[in-house]
């Protein structure tokens, strides 16, 4: 009913993929709840966001990295040879 006026819903007490996938059927706006993580203090919230770039940072890192090392590949006679 909240979609069809446009209004953004927020699913909250999401506790297991079951009910996820029903949700998501229903095109559900947004869920919360301990399938997705439990409860922080909103104290805790920065340093959550802290980690999350650092990790983000390091992903880009390897990403950088194996995209370096994929142009050294060649495909031929459907073999994959690394050059230098």
């Not at 990295?65 to 031929?76: E, P």
């Amino acid at each position: 009913m909240a979609q069809s006026i446009n209004i953004k819903v927020v699913i909250e007490g999401v506790e297991d993929i079951e009910q996820f996938i029903i949700l998501k059927e229903l095109k559900s706006y947004a869920i919360q709840g301990y399938l997705i993580g439990k409860q922080i203090h909103a104290k805790e919230i920065k340093s959550l966001i802290e980690r999350i770039i650092t990790i983000l940072r390091r992903l880009k890192n390897i990403l950088e990295n194996h995209k370096k090392m994929l142009k050294k590949v060649i495909i031929h006679d459907n073999m994959y040879i690394v050059s230098n």
